[in-house]
């Protein structure tokens, strides 16, 4: 026999073919199985879940009032100014924030841990998430654990009465994220206008209670 | 070969006939006559060469199933028959599966309807689908005992281990299949809890591409929506069966190969006897195994009605809703221990590192446990840590309860315990009739105007009193006990620390419309370092219509 008179450990002409015949077959199978994933990865049009809304500016709740909820456009309104003094309870500067943090934020109604829609509690003045427990500051810093980072923000866009643009949110880099900055809204505004199609991911500030030394 | 005139001919109708009905017994059978099966059912010893062993060589249905077993492992210790339950389990949820597929459309649209069709519409409806609901947890339970047996007996330790890994897989198989039933029904409980899970996927370590997109496929769209129900709804009925059935193949070939092991005690240390088994030891499956199945199943489905019928009602919430989240919203309890151990520390780490680890651990254990003895008191460091984690999973899970650390404010506690947003309470219970008009404090029990209404009013007694409390001697409350934190002041009695202090709460029934009452509970307490500030001020309002029947949904859902 041919294969008798191969050295012991060598290969067979027969033997080196079944290999490469068998990892063609592997890595066929392989890329029939990527493209099985990408088969069904769902199509949708871009910004199918976003869209502009506007609001009257006379719905934008007071300053460091708490927040109005636009259950359409899944986002909170806040209107902040943490150096008037008003409404301290709901929203003080932390010991790590200097600069006093003034204007008009949206923030989207999903918890950034897994997803749930948290509440504003009145009582204990902070979002409140039903599943894991995440709390956030009015303005969605993270309060307590175990969220990952603060509530994610939409761009916001002051209009006038002729509906054109005033001002629109900057952008702000805070704990290495680039997240939308509170609008301060220019006189005349007298229209919000929230994009939900531009979401920024809140940044990983330290935990407030940490900086209290409140975590439960 | 004579064809049957020539045998009518030669016997008569009746004896040619009745050999051609024996005939086809044994050809049915794979090798038993009717006089085979006779001398069965009389107990009698079969005769040589023994027929009862060729539907086994022959035929379909038994050649994977062992012609005999070891008379020692036909009691109930030590397999207590769980494994074979667990087929039991599987089959049954198949069959009352498929039934409620025939009502049953997987879209937004019509999910939730169809279900209240089943409930309320389709005869037996109800019970079918109490039966595979209830089928289905008792599934999880027979499964996860039946591991926990085979731990305990030793009996995943050499040669069976590889029995054991497909053994987790199923397992694993088991708890995807329960939830991915959960998302089914398209109420509250069910789009939450998948939400949360599926959210978890997005975590996946890498670059967050690969989470978004492992996210999109279970999803259907960046939303659950009909396409992620479609999704679950096929993994439910086809994917996950499908593979749960090939496993148990694999599963079910081992156990045969191996034999069924012999109670630790009953050989010697070292050794495995399971497939040499003594003549006399011997219990064959024909009749003797047979005849157990047929009792076990018969009993088994007693149980199962007896308990979908008196004892468990499958639930169904309000419709889901993407917006809100209900309160006290929790995981099925099987894996609670999961939303417990997810309130805890980074998702990442949870997810996708320690409950992996933790089932990577289960599924080598085999290869790690090489002790030869399967005896008890040889292995009482295993049998020890296993039974601390069965507690650390019973903490676990009550961990995963809205106890732990997803506590509301007090005001809107004893408002959920009230007017829950979802699920029941005394106060829903009332019937409309008795839902009489007027204002009521949770100390008006005694005067209710009937007896329907004094046992919410206790309830709200009773829930008030647990986050309440007096600042001072006399009150109704428990005295306070005040915590200065510095810039703030809390208040605390015997059972919380976050209690309202000399709180005003109402009852308030009222007409709302014809046919329709509204209830509003309001909760208010004065800031006692700052009178004038309201501490609490809650409002929560239920409506009551008097054709809506919720005592009756009451009664079919509870």
């Given at each position: ?216 | ?18 050999a051609k009905v024996d005939e086809a017994v044994e050809r049915l059978t794979a090798g038993l006559n009717v006089n085979d099966i006779r001398d069965m059912l009389r107990g009698e010893e079969p005769r040589r060469p023994n027929p009862r062993l060729r539907p086994h060589a022959d035929g379909f249905w038994l050649h994977i199933r062992p012609s005999f077993y070891h008379t020692e492992v036909t009691h109930i210790y030590p397999s207590f028959r769980l494994g074979w339950l667990s087929t039991f389990m599987f089959v049954w949820e198949t069959i009352t599966g498929i039934f409620l597929m025939v009502f049953y459309t997987p879209s937004p649209d019509v999910a939730y309807a169809d279900i209240w069709n089943i409930l309320g519409n389709v005869p ?435």
């Amino acid at each position: 026999m041919a294969e008798a008179a191969v050295a012991e450990g060598g290969m067979t002409r027969r033997e080196f073919l079944y290999y490469i015949w068998g990892a063609s077959m592997a890595l066929f199978t392989a890329e029939a199985a990527g493209l099985l994933i990408y088969f069904a990865i769902p199509r949708f049009r871009e910004g199918q879940f976003g869209g502009a809304f506007p609001v009257p500016v006379d719905l934008l709740p007071g300053v460091n009032a708490p927040p109005t909820n636009f259950p359409d456009g899944r986002f909170w309104l806040v209107n902040l100014d943490t150096s008037s003094g008003e409404g301290s309870e709901r929203m003080s500067p932390a010991s790590d924030e200097s600069e006093p943090i003034v204007g008009v934020l949206a923030i989207y109604k999903v918890c950034t841990h897994l997803g749930c829609i948290y509440d504003w509690n009145g009582a204990n003045e902070r979002f409140e998430c039903p599943c894991h427990g995440s709390k956030y500051r009015l303005d969605g810093r993270r309060i307590e654990d175990p969220a990952p980072r603060s509530l994610d923000r939409f761009r916001v866009e002051a209009l006038d009465a002729n509906q054109e643009v005033l001002a629109t949110a900057d952008t702000a880099v805070i704990a290495d994220t680039t997240t939308y900055a509170p609008l301060v809204l220019p006189d005349g505004t007298a229209t919000i206008r929230v994009d939900t199609g531009g979401r920024l991911d809140g940044p990983s500030q330290p935990l407030l209670c940490e900086l209290r030394d409140s975590c439960p | 070969m004579a064809t049957f005139v020539d045998q009518v001919r030669e016997l008569g109708l009746k004896q040619a006939t009745i050999a051609k009905v024996d005939e086809a017994v044994e050809r049915l059978t794979a090798g038993l006559n009717v006089n085979d099966i006779r001398d069965m059912l009389r107990g009698e010893e079969p005769r040589r060469p023994n027929p009862r062993l060729r539907p086994h060589a022959d035929g379909f249905w038994l050649h994977i199933r062992p012609s005999f077993y070891h008379t020692e492992v036909t009691h109930i210790y030590p397999s207590f028959r769980l494994g074979w339950l667990s087929t039991f389990m599987f089959v049954w949820e198949t069959i009352t599966g498929i039934f409620l597929m025939v009502f049953y459309t997987p879209s937004p649209d019509v999910a939730y309807a169809d279900i209240w069709n089943i409930l309320g519409n389709v005869p037996l409806g109800q019970l079918m689908r109490n039966l595979h609901r209830f089928g289905a947890e008792v599934m999880v339970v027979v499964v996860a005992l039946h591991m926990l047996r085979t731990f305990i007996t030793g009996s995943y330790k050499q040669p069976r281990q590889f029995t054991w890994v497909t053994g987790m897989v199923l397992l694993v198989l088991t708890l995807i299949l329960s939830f991915s039933g959960y998302l089914l029904p398209w109420d509250q409980l069910a789009y939450w809890a998948v939400t949360v899970a599926v959210s978890a996927a997005e975590a996946t370590p890498g670059p967050p591409a690969l989470g978004e997109n492992i996210n999109l496929l279970l999803r259907g769209a960046p939303v659950i929506g009909a396409g992620g129900l479609l999704r679950f709804y096929l993994l439910h009925v086809l994917l996950l069966p499908l593979l749960l059935a090939i496993f148990f193949f694999v599963h079910y070939y081992k156990v045969v190969i191996h034999g069924h092991s012999l109670p630790p005690g009953r050989e010697a240390i070292g050794e495995d006897t399971a497939k040499r088994v003594p003549r006399d030891e011997r219990t064959y499956f024909l009749p003797d195994i047979a005849t157990s199945e047929l009792m076990w199943s018969a009993l088994t489905i007693l149980f199962l009605v007896a308990g979908a019928i008196w004892f468990y009602n499958a639930p169904l919430e309000r419709h889901a809703n993407p917006l809100v989240t209900p309160l006290h919203v929790v995981a099925p309890w099987y894996l609670a221990w999961s939303q417990g151990w997810l309130k805890l520390a980074d998702k990442v780490f949870i997810a996708f590192i320690f409950i992996p680890g933790l089932a990577t651990a289960f599924f080598l254990m085999p290869y790690f446990e090489v002790g030869k003895s399967r005896r008890y008191a040889d292995r009482r460091l295993g049998i020890s840590v296993s039974m601390l984690f069965i507690a650390l999973m019973w903490i676990s899970n009550w961990m995963g309860s809205p106890e732990y650390l997803v506590q509301s404010s007090p005001d809107q506690e004893v408002a959920q315990e009230l007017l829950p947003q979802e699920g029941h309470s005394a106060l829903k219970e009332v019937p409309y009739d008795f839902l009489e008009p007027g204002t009521y404090t949770p100390f008006d029990a005694e005067d209710a105007p009937n007896p329907y209404l004094a046992a919410a009013l206790e309830e709200f007694e009773r829930a008030m009193q647990q986050r309440s409390c007096s600042l001072s001697d006399d009150g109704p409350y428990e005295p306070c006990q005040v915590m200065d934190q510095g810039d703030t002041v809390r208040y605390g009695n015997r059972f919380t620390n976050d209690a309202m202090p000399d709180p005003e709460a109402q009852l308030i029934i009222d007409d709302y419309q014809d046919n329709m009452r509204r209830l509003t509970l309001v909760f208010s307490a004065p800031d006692p370092q700052n009178p004038g500030n309201e501490l609490y001020a809650y409002t929560r309002t239920g409506y009551r219509h008097e054709m809506s029947n919720y005592e009756e949904e009451t009664r079919l859902l509870q």
